[in-house]
C-alpha cells in the first residue's frame, strides 16, 4: 500500500506542450510539498501546501502552478513546457507542519521534454 | 535562511570499510537533523535523524553524531555492504516552526565488492 504515490513515473513530451504530474499520500499528512530535482542530484523546494494552503512557493517560472484539491493530494500542473523543464520531480508530504519526524518521498516523476 | 553545506560529494569505499557524511548548517535555530538514502530510479527515504538534544544516535551499521557548537553533523556506516551504494542527503531544519527541510547536495556512495 503506497504511501505517496505520483503518476506517471515517466513523462515524455514536446517543448511547447502542458502537462500533469498528480500525487496522493495515504498517511494523513497535512503538509504536501513538491521538490525538483536536477541532474546533479540537487534537491530543490518548489512548492508546499499546508491543509490546501499554500505556504510555499519559490521562485519558479509561473508556467508551473500547484492545484491542491484535498490535504491528501497535490498536483503540479506545467505549461509551455522547456528543454529546462527536464528532470526528476518529487511529492512529499510530511505529519505537520512542524517538521519532527521527516518527509516521505514518492518515487518520483522523470520528465523528459523534447 | 538556513544553509547545509556536505561532503564529500563522491566517496569509493571497499566493502566492509567505514564510510563518514559530513554537513555543517548556519541556522543555530536548526533543531532536527534527517538523513535520507537515495537508491537508484527512487524517492528519498529517512534512514536515521537526530534530535539537537542528543549527541550521538545508532542503528545497527548506521550512527549519526552531532555537534551543536560547531554546527556539524555526520553520517557513519560500518561494515559497508554493496546495498549500502546510494546517494544520501542530509538535512535540517527548525521542527517547531519550519515549514521545510534545507538540504545538503547529496554524496554518492559506491561500496566496491
Known amino acids: 500500500d503506497t504511501a505517496v504515490s505520483q503518476t506517471p513515473k515517466y513523462l515524455v513530451t514536446q517543448m511547447g506542450n502542458d502537462k500533469s504530474i498528480k500525487c496522493e499520500q495515504n498517511?494523513?499528512?497535512?503538509?504536501m510539498y513538491w521538490y525538483k530535482q536536477d541532474s546533479k542530484k540537487f534537491l530543490k523546494i518548489m512548492f508546499s501546501?499546508?491543509?490546501?494552503?499554500?505556504?510555499i512557493n519559490e521562485t519558479v517560472p509561473n508556467r508551473f502552478s500547484p492545484k491542491s484539491p484535498d490535504k491528501a493530494h497535490l498536483n503540479l500542473h506545467i505549461n509551455s513546457l522547456e528543454l529546462g523543464d527536464s528532470a526528476v520531480y518529487f511529492c512529499?508530504?510530511?505529519?505537520?507542519?512542524?517538521?519532527?519526524?521527516?518527509?516521505?518521498f514518492g518515487s518520483g516523476t522523470r520528465l523528459t521534454v523534447v | 535562511g538556513e544553509n547545509v553545506e556536505q561532503h564529500p560529494s563522491t566517496l569509493s569505499v571497499q566493502e566492509g570499510d567505514s564510510a563518514v557524511i559530513k554537513c555543517t548548517y548556519s541556522d543555530s535555530a536548526s533543531n532536527y537533523f534527517p538523513w535520507y538514502k537515495q537508491e537508484l530510479g527512487k524517492g528519498p527515504q529517512l534512514i536515521i535523524d537526530?534530535?539537537?538534544?542528543?549527541g550521538e544516535k545508532k542503528d545497527q551499521r548506521i550512527a549519526v553524531t552531532l555537534n551543536k557548537t560547531a554546527k556539524h553533523f555526520s553520517l557513519h556506516i560500518t561494515e559497508t555492504q554493496p546495498e549500502d551504494s546510494a546517494v544520501y542527503f542530509c538535512?535540517?531544519?527548525?521542527?517547531?516552526?519550519?515549514?521545510?527541510?534545507?538540504f545538503g547536495t547529496g554524496t554518492s556512495l559506491t561500496v566496491i565488492p
Open positions: 501546501y499546508n491543509n490546501k494552503e499554500l505556504i
Open positions: 538535512a535540517a531544519t527548525e521542527s517547531n516552526t519550519g515549514n521545510q527541510f534545507y
Open positions: 537526530i534530535r539537537s538534544n542528543v
Open positions: 512529499a508530504s510530511s505529519q505537520t507542519r512542524g517538521l519532527g519526524y521527516g518527509y516521505t
Open positions: 498517511l494523513g499528512h497535512d503538509t
